[in-house]
Nanobody
Framework: VQLQASGGGLVQAGGSLRLSCAAS????????LGWVRQAAGKEREGLAC????????DYADSVEGRFTISRDNAKNTVYLQLNSLKPEDTAVYYC??????????????????WGQGTQLTVSS
């Protein structure tokens, strides 16, 4: 499956943004999907995951209550709504397939494939 994230940009602290990820080449509705970010000099961090079965979602503690993941199976697209943004949210954001249950949202080994990311910069 090929994944292409978009929607990043420059946002002020406290602002909001929605990221989108278009998928192709696979059976989208069968995939658990999520969002992962990588800040400069840091490891990739799993943020949010949405299941293929019932659309339930799990989040990393760092974004719980601020970020919301959703999916539109008809459009083969997964979204990440980011609210109350902080400068520490600055990173490249990737969408990814998840190989395990979404309760393993932050487990690096759970990440499957990911495509080109989109840069988000949050200014203070």
């Amino acid at each position: 499956v090929q994944l292409q994230a978009s929607g990043g940009g420059l946002v002020q602290a406290g602002g909001s943004l929605r990221l989108s990820c278009a998928a192709s080449g696979g059976t989208f509705s069968d995939l658990a999907l999520g969002w992962v970010r990588q800040a400069a000099g840091k490891e990739r961090e799993g943020l949010a995951c949405i299941s293929s079965s019932d659309g339930s979602a799990d989040y990393a503690d760092s974004v719980e209550g601020r970020f919301t993941i959703s999916r539109d199976n008809a459009k083969n697209t997964v979204y990440l709504q980011l609210n109350s943004l902080k400068p520490e949210d600055t990173a490249v954001y990737y969408c990814a397939t998840y190989l395990l249950s979404c309760r393993f949202v932050t487990t690096t080994q759970a990440f499957g494939s990911w495509g080109q990311g989109t840069q988000l910069t949050v200014s203070s």
